[in-house]
Structures are given as structure tokens and as C-alpha cells.
């Protein structure tokens, strides 16, 4: 554990932590008199000297001050008997270890203004320092503990820097390799390690579970761990699992038998299986979303109304499914209603169901409602931000008196049924301009589940490309196929304004469209290899292309979100236009535009 680890964002070997707090200063026109009148009182050795701007200039000691008083200087202003000792200025953010090489008795500290704030002396600066060789000692013990639970380790285990560089490799590890500890530590993975991918897996951030790697001629199962601080990849761990292959080779086609098995039986549910819809299922582990993971299981264990906020894609419906799955309504359905594909007129009978008769072309014996359908489950009612004012009194009249009717009827059907709430538009501004009920708003808005989007959380994007690889790879049939750095780098640059539903989406285009196990950057779609290269600022090209290139990029992109928004809202292109924030109008130009009339 070296120095800087140590000392890395801890408040405590800061001059701050340390210094007495501004206490006593003088300003430089005060009398020798008076000082020596101020020191006498306060029993004070040494006294700041600041300027008009309580910047300081200098110190003033007893001794000087006693000479000043003897030789009749009482009346000189301090400043022009401050003591010639040397005297230095530090900065409250200063590292003590700095500041203990710099040979001063006394130390002024100021802040970022150069303000004077405290005072230093050497009695402060040894506590500082005991207190840090006493933390260095624990953390060289826990360093050493470490040691010897990895050397204790039953599997191998070695651990390289972002460079690929082996920091550690523990005595399993050599045993089976026949490598000497001290010969493999600082040497490059893949000079010591048979076929390892650990340096690619510190470039991609890719983890890699129960994979094949053969080292010494022999088949071994290995599991590669990329290590992340602060969302920067700082190194990996490559761990050598002894099990026979042959058995974990059993294990997986048992595995494998048992999927088939429960997909036969149930193969509608084979994507939207309620019950796969654990927390587990939200692939990501960064600080934001697990956070979101955290304040969601909470809210499943009460019974509040939940508005879930995000953009387009991010996973709300994910996180509502989960929370239903988490919730006491868990044994009931899952019922989702998407407010912005049913069409205005439908919305009442879509929700509340109908009676026979209720209108022409209404069916016989009438038909539920969502509502209905949702008894002692929850109802999802996506979109929320595109139910219409009116629909919006009548869904806040059953939300406060816990019952409706069917339209056409008058039997009361009570509601008992969770209801979450989601939109990606912007509902507070709604209430102000008068589109979204303020009523309504706070009653589905008890508690607010806010979902980042993915390019605020780019180290769940390996993460996701590896799930989205097998879970493509599984459907169609084929083997597992891989990206290389180059690949992976661009798509943690990307933007994914359309996020993971996005990234999904590429991910499947990539495995269908490449030929061959590896997906690389000339796979890629033509405006992801743009904003690659732009990014690496490795293409030569001229200013105007970008220009072309980034104007065709957008025109791409643009069509392809009209055309998601369609059919999300069932060709409905009032919707449609709502939901892209244009105007009706400026759709059908670019409707025609891209020849999607
Ligand atoms: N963390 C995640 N892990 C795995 N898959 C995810 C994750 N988040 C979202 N997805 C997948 O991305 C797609 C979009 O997710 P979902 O429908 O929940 O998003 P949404 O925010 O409700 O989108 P919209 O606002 O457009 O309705 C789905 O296929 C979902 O399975």
C-alpha cells in the first residue's frame, strides 16, 4: 500500500484537519506597544501579522517584541520590527506530509483566496504525523492479511494494473504454473499467464465467467473480473478454478436441459416471464443504478403509489415489473397499460372495461378493463403523461374512492391493485402549464423512482453488451460471439439517447449482420465508426465532411426514432408526434421526408 493510497481523499493528512483556526492575529500598523500588551494578556509566544486584505506577511515573537520594548521602539508600527525569521504560507488543501519537508518553525495557512485562516507549528504537525504512521501500520496489515488470504486461496489467482502488469499472483497460481511469485509479479500477463485475455479484459471492462483457457496444455475454467474505481478501469482479476472441466461441463448441459425443459412448457413466457423480473434481472452495477436498485426494493415493501421517471429506454417498465415481483401484490398480475398508444376515445372502456351493449360494436356479455384485469396485482400505467385531461379526472376520481364502474354499467368494481406510474417527459412542467392535473400528479407521485440514463452510468455499458451478446447469441442458436477493445471503446463513446433499449437493439443488428465470432469497429453502424474515430481524433478528415458526416448521422437517427415512435403508438401519429415533442405538422414533413408516409 503505497503513500498516495493512503492519503488519497483523506481529510485527515490535510493541513486543515490540523491547524488552529485562524486564533490570534495582529495587523501590521498595530504598535509594538500594544502587541507586547496582547501577548502579556494572552500569554501568546508568536502572533500572524496580516495586511488590509488579512493576507499574511509575516510573524512577530515574543523575543523580538521584548528587544522592540527595551530599546524605547514601542511607538514603531509592527511591520517595520517583524521579526526576519523564516516563516512559510501554506494552503488549507496541503498534504502534511508536504508540508513536514519544508523547514519552518511556523506555518500560516490560508484558503483559496489567500485569506489568512490558521496557524501551524511543529507540535501539530508531529500529532499529524504519528497519527498517519499509525493508519499506515493498519493498512500495512490489512495489506499483509490480504496476502495471506490470497496465498491461502484454493484457487489461482493473479491481478493485473490497467496496463496488463501482474501486481499479484498467489502461490496457487504458481504451483501450477511452476512460476516463481517474485518472477511473475511486474512481468506482462501475457508473458507469464498460457492464453489469457486479462490484458483485453482491463481495455474492455468485459467480465468473463466459467470461460476455457488452456495453460499448460490443459483445459481450465477461468473467470476474468474487471476492476473499476471511480468508473475508470483500474485493473482485472483472473482467477484459475480447479474443478475438473468435465464436471462443470455436466453441470451446464444439466443447466441447459432444465431452460429447455421450463421454455417448452411456457414458451409464450419465453421473454416476458413475470416472474424473471427479480432485481437480479437489471443488469448493471454502477453506483447510480445500484442506488436505483436499492430505493426500488425499499418501495416494493410498501404499498405507495410510485411515479418512475427516466428517459425513453433507460428500463422503467423493468423496474416496475421488479417491483411488483418484490411487492405483497406479487401473487396477483402484472398489467401494463401504455397511455400514449390507445387512442383517445378508446381510453375509458381500454381502462375500465365495458358492459354489453354499452356502444355500437361493444362485444357481448361486455369486456374487462385494465383495471380489472389488475385485481390484487398492479396496474403499470406507462406514458402517464399522455392521458388525455379528461381521462385524467376520471383516473384520479378511482384513485381517491378506490372504485369504478364499466362503462355502460353501474355494478361498483373495487380497485385493488398497486399503481405505478411512468412517463419520460417532464410532469412538474406539465402541472405548471396547465397539461397535467396537479391533484393527480401528487397522488401517483408519493414516492419518485428517478432512472439515469445509460451514458451517466457508461460502466454498466460492458456489462450490458456482454448480457445482450449471450442473451442474442441464445436465441438465434449461435456461438458466443466477442468484441474487440477497439469496438468496446466506441461504444462506451456513444451518446445511446435511445439507451439500453438502443444498445439492445445494436447489439442484436451486430450478432445477426457479423459473420465470424468477432464483432469490430467495421461492423459497427456507420454513425457509431464516426463518432468513433472523431473521438480518437485519429481520421484525417476535413472539416466539411464532419460536418456532412455528422448531418447524415442525425438524419439516420432521426428516422429511425420516427419509426420506433410509430410503431410504439400503434401508427398513431398525433401520439407519435407528442411523444418525439414536434409538432403534427413538422411530423408528416419528415414523414415524407424519409418516404415513411
Ligand atoms: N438494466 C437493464 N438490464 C437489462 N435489460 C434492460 C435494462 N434496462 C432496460 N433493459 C431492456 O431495455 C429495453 C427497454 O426497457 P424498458 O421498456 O423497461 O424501458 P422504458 O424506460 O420503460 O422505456 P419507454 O419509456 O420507452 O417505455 C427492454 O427490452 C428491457 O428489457
Known sequence: MDRDMLQENDSRFRVSYWMKREVFYIHKNMMVEEVAWLMHDKEIDVLPVVDEQRKPIGIVTLHSILKDVLFERKKDPVWCRMES?????????????????????????????????????????????????????????????????????YEGVAVVDENGIIKQFNDAYSRFT???????????????????????????????????????????????????????????????IFEGVTELYRIYERFQEKSLHRKEEKPYLADHNQNEYSMSQIIGESQAIMQVKYLAEKIAKTEAGVLITGESGTGKEMFARSI?????????????????????????????????????GAKKGG??????????????????????????SKLL?????????????????????????????????????????????????????QIPPLRERTNDIPLLINYFLKKTCTKYGILMKNITPEAMHAFLHYEWFGNIRELANTIEKLVILTEGPTIDVVHLPKYMKDKELLSMGYAQINKSSIIDESKHYKMEREKEMISEMLIKTGGNKTKAAKLLGIHRTTLYQKLKKYGLS
Open 85 to 153: 525569521q523564516p516563516v512559510s504560507v501554506v494552503h488549507e488543501d496541503d498534504s502534511i506530509l508536504e508540508v513536514y519537508q519544508i523547514n519552518s518553525p511556523y506555518f500560516l495557512v490560508v484558503n483559496n483566496d489567500d485569506t489568512y485562516i490558521g496557524f501551524l507549528t511543529h507540535a501539530e504537525l508531529l500529532k499529524a504525523l504519528g497519527s498517519y504512521l499509525e493508519e499506515w501500520r493498519e493498512t500495512r496489515n490489512t495489506a499483509e492479511i490480504l496476502n495471506i488470504i490470497l496465498d491461502s486461496a
Open 178 to 240: 511452476g512460476i516463481k511469485k517474485g518472477d511473475a509479479i511486474g512481468r506482462h500477463v501475457k508473458e507469464v499467464i498460457d492464453n489469457t485475455n486479462l490484458h483485453n479484459t482491463v481495455k474492455t471492462g468485459v467480465p468473463e465467467r466459467g470461460v476455457i483457457q488452456y495453460i499448460n496444455g490443459q483445459p481450465m475454467v477461468v473467470n476474468r473480473i474487471p476492476i473499476f474505481k471511480n468508473d475508470k478501469i483500474v485493473g482485472a482479476i483472473g482467477m484459475l
Open 397 to 449: 376520481r378511482v384513485i381517491q374512492e378506490r372504485e369504478y364502474e364499466r362503462v355502460g354499467g353501474v355494478k361498483k368494481y373495487k380497485l385493488n391493485a398497486r399503481i405505478i406510474a411512468a412517463t419520460n417527459r417532464d410532469l412538474k412542467k406539465m402541472v405548471e402549464t396547465g397539461d397535467f392535473r396537479e391533484d393527480l400528479y401528487y397522488r401517483i407521485n408519493i414516492i419518485e423512482l
Open 324 to 360: 411488483h415481483q418484490l411487492s405483497s401484490f406479487s401473487s396477483g398480475p402484472f398489467i401494463s397499460v401504455n397511455c400514449g398508444a390507445i387512442p383517445e376515445q378508446l381510453f375509458e372502456s381500454e381502462l375500465f372495461g365495458y358492459e354489453e351493449g354499452a356502444f355500437t
Open 367 to 392: 369486456k374487462p378493463g385494465k383495471l380489472e384485469l389488475a385485481q390484487d396485482g398492479t396496474i403499470f400505467l406507462d406514458e402517464i403523461g399522455e392521458l388525455p385531461l379528461l381521462m385524467q
